[in-house]
Structure formats: structure tokens, C-alpha cells
């Protein structure tokens, strides 16, 4: 009796232990899926091209000079210029280029640079990196909605671009207030994007039917500079090559449109834009500019700091 008690304890022992093992479950780590390529590409309107984060020492030119792109159906959009900036293309810019992308690649067909190509990597969740393999260099594109994108911003913290997008400026007003000075005597201002350094040319001429057919009087380098307290304000300084600097605080009317008040003279001037320039790949040959020989200025972003080494390579065989 004592052996049969014996035996139906041990099996309730062992019906015990068993039972309680089989309710462990091992928990599975289930992956959650990632978007596809094309649908990290477009999860952002806008993709504002921080050109200040580029590592590597080559070019890709149309990234170079947008300000900002979008990845739509198989068509690249770029916002290339600031005038127009929020409208042009309901605020996607101009079409540049077709796309195709696979395998974390993109491959571009540019309307007027051909084909590149581009590993992407996802740096957070509104970052990506396009790295070119050819060039050795990374391009770093921060994701916004087009609904609530600041272009104001974007606009005055690059105002230097703008005053570049054409051909001159042409004194339309002086204020009657404001003490005599030999700027009164400018009537025409044009800025240009050189390699070096801004530059910018000042005439004394009137009655001018065509900006080509100026004679620039003066040359120099400008500068501009914030204004405490304000993003909407800029100070510029034109600093002429064989005369004293001129300081003004610089101000937007409209798109083509803006004003100069003249610090030391507490004058006021207003120029118009002359020749609006729409960059895609713009190349511009202007013989009136220097008035030495046919020079061909490319606009592009400038880095505002050192070039640095990429420590990206390429993966590709």
C-alpha cells in the first residue's frame, strides 16, 4: 500500500513539474517593418539641404545649390532660388530631375547634369544622408511637412543668395530726409557670386536701357551680417576697393523690391531688381560685369565652414 501511495505521488510530482514548464513561452522579438525606400523619400514634402553638415571635398551641383527638394512619383522638385520661394510649384520649386530608387540607392537623371548615384542612409527619423560614391562626398537632407516649413526663415538666413538673383538693382527712390552723401551719386548695384568672396559693382550711370550697357564705377566686397533682435533686418557693408566703407541696414520690401538705410547719413534708398535669374544650372556670361573678359558664374551655397574628410566609404563592389 505504502508503494502504490509512493507511486501516485511521483506522478503527481511529475505531472506537477511538466505542467509548469509548459506554460513558459519564450517571447519572439517580431521586427517592426521598415518603410521602403520610396516611402522614406517621401514621407517628407520638403527635404531642406543642410549644406553646412556636407563632408567630403567634391560637388554634386544641383545639390549644391538647392535649397530644398522633394522626392514625388519618380520626379525630383527643387527649390533652386529664393524669390518666389513658398509659390513657385505650390512650394516644391521647379522639376530638375527623374529618380529611381531601390536597395537604400538613388539614382538621378538630372535634366542638365545626366545620371548620378547615391547610397541613402537614415540618420534619425527626419535625416538622411545621400552619400555619391563618385565624388566620396555626403549630402545631409532634414525632412519637413510643406505645411508648417518656415520659408520666412529660410528666406532671410540666406538673404545673400537673394540680392544675387539678378542682374542688378536700380535706385528707384532717396528720401528727401537724410544728410548729402556721396552715395546719392550710386544709381546702380550689382552682387555677385564669385569664388573667393561676395562682390559687388556700384554705377553712377542714368538713363540705362539695358544692364549691359553699364560702366561700373566701383567695385569692392560686401558682407552681411544679423541684426540683433531681428531676422527681417540685415546689416550690409559695401567695401569699396579704393574708398571708405558704406554701412546700411538692409530691408525687404517685396520680391524685388528692397530698401537701404544709410547709417551715417540716415538717407533711405530703395532699388528694384533688374533681370530676375531663375537657377537651375544657371550659367550666366555677363561681358558688363567685369568688362574684361566673358566669365561664367555659377550659383552655389557656400559652406560656412572648413571642408572636413568623409568618413563615409563606399560599400558598393
Known sequence: MKRIKLFFTYICILVFFTSCYTEVIEDTIVEQPQLSVNNLLEAYDLWYVDINQTKGFGETLFLQQAFTLSFIDGTIYANNNLVGIGEQGDG???SIANYEAYNMVLDVNHVLDGFS??????????????????????YFLIGHQRATFDYNSLFYDNITYFLQEYDAWEKTYTSRLGAINEFDNENYLAFLETNNDSQFLSAQATNVTHVNTITWNFTGVYNIQDVAGTNTVKSLTLNYDFFDNDFFELSVINESNIALYHVKSRTTYEFQGVNYIPFLKTVTTNKAVLKTKEKEIIKKRKLKSKRVKNPRSSTRL
Open 117 to 138: 548615384s547615391f547610397d541613402i542612409y537614415t540618420i534619425n527619423s527626419n535625416t538622411i544622408e545621400l552619400y555619391n560614391p563618385a565624388t566620396d562626398t555626403s
Open 92 to 94: 516644391f520649386g521647379v
